[in-house]
C-alpha cells in the first residue's frame, strides 16, 4: 500500500500513514491534499502523495503524556469493546473506582459494558475476580486518529 506522507499544520512532516487512512482523513476533513499524483484520482480528490492537516497538532503529545484523555478517546482506543468480556462497550469504567480516588486517565479507564460494569461496581478488577483482557495505556494521536 502507498504510504501518504502526513504534514501538520505548519508543514512540519509528522508521519506516513496508508492511502487507506489518508483518504479516511480527506473525508473527514481533518486534512487535505497538499501534493498529489498527476492526473490520478481516487474518488473526488486527487491521489495523495503527501496531505496537510487542518488544523495544527501539538507535537510534544507524541513525547509527552499524549493526548488529553476523554471518554470519546478511551472507546476509540479500545475499539468499543468492553475491556472485560469483549461485548459492545457503552461505558467507560475506572480500574481504581472513582470513589476511591481513581481519577479520569488512560491507564485507569477501560471501554466497559454495562453489564461488567455494574458487576465490578466499587472494587479493583482484581477484589471483582474479573480479568482485563487489554493493558489500558496512552494512546498516540496516530491511533486516535485511525478510529
Ligand atoms: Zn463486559
Not at 504510504?3 to 486534512?31: F, S, W
Not at 513525547?63 to 457503552?90: E, I, L, M, Q
Not at 472494587?123 to 474479573?130: F, I, L, S, V
Request: hydrophobic residues 40%; glycine residues 8%; contains cysteine.
Amino acid at each position: 500500500m502507498t504510504a501518504v506522507l502526513v504534514l501538520n499544520a505548519d508543514l512540519g512532516p509528522l508521519h506516513r500513514v496508508t492511502l487507506r487512512h489518508a483518504v479516511r482523513m480527506l473525508l473527514r476533513e481533518v486534512a487535505v491534499v497538499h501534493e498529489s499524483e498527476p492526473d490520478r484520482l481516487i474518488g473526488v480528490y486527487p491521489m495523495p502523495k503527501v496531505v496537510r492537516l487542518v488544523s495544527y497538532v501539538v507535537t510534544r503529545w507524541r513525547f509527552g503524556n499524549g493526548p488529553a484523555w476523554s471518554r470519546a478517546g478511551v472507546h476509540a482506543r479500545d475499539g468499543r469493546r468492553c475491556g472485560y468480556c469483549g461485548k459492545d462497550a457503552t461505558t467507560i469504567d475506572h480500574i481504581l473506582p472513582r470513589s476511591r480516588g481513581g481519577r479520569n486517565t488512560w491507564k485507569n479507564t477501560v471501554a466497559a459494558c454495562t453489564v461488567c460494569n455494574q458487576r465490578k461496581g466499587d472494587r479493583t478488577p482484581a477484589e471483582a475476580g474479573m480479568v482485563l483482557r487489554i493493558q489500558p495505556s496512552v494512546p498516540t494521536w496516530h491511533a486516535l486518529a485511525q478510529r
